[in-house]
């Protein structure tokens, strides 16, 4: 495993971070009528990830494992599994980020990030974590009822109380980064990290956010790489059970359109004349656009397994020419122009 730092700052992190949004699944439901997480395989797979050099685990305060929308009655359990985990491990050398503003009850400060909810989410995040403090408390998306100061004003205490390490962002419009960089920043706390989607499906960080990352020194942590599982090769001829999109609505609803499954044919002849699997193919496009654009852009991946793990390591380590590269581009660049948009949201 490589590690490069995160941005300008002098965190290091592995190539590749392992996301906790999505855990391995169990075909049990919950009395909810949820399918469960399989609690055994998802800490074998985060512990497998360590033993193979994965420094880098992110999760959210309201992640359950399964669920992908937002749900008070499941969120924590995604950091309660991973805050066990990492009992067996060296704490230092790990590097967890955790992410505040979603729904985690259904009163007026349930969710947000008012200094509130913010110093009461990142409680019970160390507890259910099992530690001490995060290395990146990250701003899950814009709260648009809140002054931005104040919710900066509260990440700033939490560095300076040594419950927080850097301060991040996710899903935020560039002038809101450049303002937020610069507000943390002169208050003597570091903000060195945003979190945003990309994938060769997803493209539009390229024009703002890079360049400013750029800019400001910041690291990419690009999450969905894979598209949600959509770039694997596995829904060439349908939806397999157990699947994320085969309990996931929204997954269908954002990635398969005619145009994409037409996209996924031509990939998945480039990943096989290259003797690549798909997901391969697509990880290893993401760090080398990184490494061309000239930033650290760390692609974030869930997985359910621990094949699933290897494969992807492999592909996130494999060095791609700059002719398939080329060919990429090329092919993404047809599809680009006529894709449609996902329904825009920023509440992943
Ligand atoms: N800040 C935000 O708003 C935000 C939003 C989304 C995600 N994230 C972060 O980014 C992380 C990754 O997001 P994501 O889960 O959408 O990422 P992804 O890596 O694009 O998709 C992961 C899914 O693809 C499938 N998969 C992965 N590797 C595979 C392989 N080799 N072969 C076949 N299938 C494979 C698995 O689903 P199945 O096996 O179930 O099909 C897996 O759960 C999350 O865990 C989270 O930490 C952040």
């Known amino acids: 495993m490589k590690y490069v730092r995160l941005g300008k700052s002098g965190l290091k992190v592995s190539t590749v971070c392992l996301g906790t949004w999505h855990l391995p699944v169990s075909k049990e439901r919950d009395s909810y009528g949820v399918f469960k997480v399989d609690v055994v395989q998802s800490k074998r797979v985060i512990g497998k990830a360590?033993?193979?050099?994965?420094?880098?685990?992110?999760?959210?305060?309201?992640?359950?494992?399964?669920?992908?929308?937002?749900?008070?009655?499941?969120?924590?359990?995604?950091?309660?599994?991973?805050?066990?985990?990492?009992?067996?491990?060296?704490?230092?050398?790990?590097?967890?980020?955790?992410?505040?503003?979603?729904?985690?009850?259904?009163?007026?400060?349930?969710?947000?990030?008012?200094?509130?909810?913010?110093?009461?989410?990142?409680?019970?995040?160390?507890?259910?974590?099992?530690?001490?403090?995060?290395?990146?408390?990250?701003?899950?998306?814009?709260?648009?009822?809140?002054?931005?100061?104040?919710?900066?004003?509260?990440?700033?205490?939490?560095?300076?109380?040594?419950?927080?390490?850097?301060?991040?962002?996710?899903?935020?419009?560039?002038?809101?980064?450049?303002?937020?960089?610069?507000?943390?920043?002169?208050?003597?706390?570091?903000?060195?990290?945003?979190?945003?989607?990309?994938?060769?499906?997803?493209?539009?960080?390229?024009?703002?956010?890079?360049?400013?990352?750029?800019?400001?020194?910041?690291?990419?942590?690009?999450?969905?790489?894979?598209?949600?599982?959509?770039?694997?090769?596995?829904?060439?001829?349908?939806?397999?059970?157990?699947?994320?999109?085969?309990?996931?609505?929204?997954?269908?609803?954002?990635?398969?359109?005619e145009e994409n499954i037409k996209f996924l044919r031509e990939f998945h002849e480039i990943a096989k004349e290259n003797g690549l699997k798909d997901s391969q193919l697509a990880l290893s496009w993401v760090v080398k656009t990184g490494e061309v654009l000239g930033v650290s852009m760390i692609p974030t991946i869930s997985v359910t397994s621990v094949e699933q793990l290897e494969e992807n390591i492999e592909g996130v380590e494999y060095s791609m020419s700059n002719d398939v590269y080329r060919r990429l581009n090329e092919l993404s660049r047809n599809f680009l122009n006529r894709r449609s948009e996902p329904p825009k949201t920023t509440r992943l």
């Not at 002054?147 to 809101?176: C, Q, R, T, W």
């Not at 790489?225 to 349908?238: R, S």
């Not at 609505?249 to 954002?254: Q, S």
């Open 50 to 257: 360590i033993d193979l050099g994965i420094n880098f685990i992110d999760t959210a305060n309201r992640y359950h494992g399964v669920l992908n929308d937002e749900d008070p009655e499941h969120a924590g359990t995604a950091e309660k599994i991973l805050g066990q985990t990492i009992r067996g491990y060296d704490r230092e050398s790990l590097v967890i980020s955790t992410k505040v503003r979603g729904m985690v009850a259904y009163h007026e400060n349930g969710e947000g990030l008012s200094r509130k909810h913010i110093m009461w989410q990142i409680r019970e995040s160390l507890r259910r974590l099992n530690t001490d403090y995060v290395d990146i408390y990250l701003m899950h998306w814009p709260d648009v009822e809140t002054p931005l100061e104040e919710s900066l004003d509260a990440m700033i205490d939490l560095v300076k109380m040594g419950k927080v390490n850097y301060v991040g962002a996710s899903n935020f419009h560039p002038e809101d980064i450049d303002f937020m960089v610069n507000y943390v920043r002169r208050a003597g706390a570091p903000f060195n990290v945003i979190q945003d989607q990309y994938s060769i499906l997803r493209r539009g960080l390229e024009t703002d956010k890079v360049p400013l990352a750029k800019r400001l020194g910041l690291g990419i942590m690009a999450f969905s790489p894979l598209a949600q599982g959509f770039l694997t090769g596995k829904y060439l001829d349908g939806i397999p059970q157990m699947s994320r999109a085969s309990y996931v609505e929204k997954m269908k609803e954002w990635y398969f359109t």
